[in-house]
């Protein structure tokens, strides 16, 4: 079960940005982090960004400079910042909230997931 929708997804040039968006609305399990995952063909679902409550984000080494994750309180959404992006980026992106058991990324357990949406980055 989809917890969440992003959109933002689509198919760009290498060097080229995206905006990831993931709503929050209705959800009602409160959570102590919110974050990115990406799969890409043929491998495992990873944590790219995490930011918790606190605003204290984490990055995966290979996004670390050219992602940024926020969350806007007012409209309740999540958001990944994408710029310098390349081939290696071409993924299924996913939104995840914190809770139990679940995924370990930045020190949160991540089980709440999104459907996810595609990135595609022409080379």
């Known amino acids: 079960q989809a ?18 968006s993931c709503s929050l609305s209705g959800y009602t ?9 990406r799969q890409a063909p043929g491998n495992e679902r990873v944590g790219i960004a995490s930011i918790t ?5 984490t990055y995966t080494d290979s996004v670390r400079g050219r992602f940024t994750i926020s969350f806007d309180d007012a409209k309740n959404t999540l958001y990944l910042q994408m710029n310098n992006l390349t081939f290696e980026d071409t993924a299924v ?8 058991p679940g995924v370990v990324f930045g020190g949160c357990n991540f089980k709440n ?7 595609t980055v022409n080379p």
């Open 3 to 20: 917890h969440f929708v992003e959109s933002g997804g689509g198919s760009v040039q290498s060097g080229g940005s995206l905006r990831l």
């Open 29 to 37: 399990e409160s959570w102590s982090c919110v974050g990115w995952f």
């Open 53 to 57: 409550a606190s605003r204290r984000t």
């Open 93 to 100: 992106y996913y939104c995840a909230a914190s809770g139990f």
């Open 113 to 119: 997931w999104g459907q996810g949406t595609q990135v």
